[in-house]
DNA sequence: GAGTGCGCATGAT
DNA sequence: ATCATGCGCACTC
């Protein structure tokens, strides 16, 4: 069990590794400290590439925890949702023959925002709905997903 | 453990 | 505004 702790646009975050180093968990931390690890390089790193921009899809070991069947296989279909794309907590739900409101109670105990971009699931009324890092958060992810793409390709 | 009630990061009316 | 919905959790037995 290591953790580190790093500044982003979207706030402080606490990130825990587990014994052979992947990414057990990412939440929000308010402990503004900054405090990395020799062993939480590599992934700050790349977390910092998406920041800027740098970086469209993490590839990076992680190790998903305590979640239940239905909530893996939510996770997992999010995970396949292409960069600077959204879908709705709908379309997700159609897929699995469940309802919207499941999906975003699993996509709630998502033990790893960002890394699982369940950021890209927003409500069918264009809204974004709930996010675990805070609804400010969501949105600055979307619109900065967005616009990296459109600077990709003018 | 089986059963039930309830709170949601929703959606359709 | 109101209802249907599925899942997980917190209760009860």
Aim: some cysteine; hydrophobic content about 40%.
């Amino acid at each position: 069990m290591y953790f580190a702790c790093v500044k982003t646009p979207v706030g402080f975050l606490e990130i825990l590794f587990d014994n052979s180093l992947a990414v057990t968990k990412i939440s929000l931390t308010n402990l503004e400290k900054t405090c990395i690890p020799g062993i939480a390089l590599n992934f700050v790193e790349q977390l910092n590439a998406y920041f800027v921009g740098k970086l469209s899809e993490f590839n990076y070991p992680v190790n998903i925890q305590n979640v239940s069947e239905f909530d893996r296989a939510v996770l997992d279909l999010t995970l396949k949702i292409p960069y600077a794309h959204t879908v709705t907590y709908n379309w997700i739900a159609n897929k699995l023959n469940t309802s919207p409101r499941a999906v975003g109670q699993a996509l709630k105990r998502n033990p790893l925002p960002i890394v699982i971009p369940c950021h890209r699931v927003i409500k069918s009324d264009g809204t974004t709905g709930g996010y675990s890092l805070g609804i400010e958060a969501k949105q600055w992810l979307i619109k900065h997903e967005k616009s990296v793409l459109l600077i990709k390709s003018y």
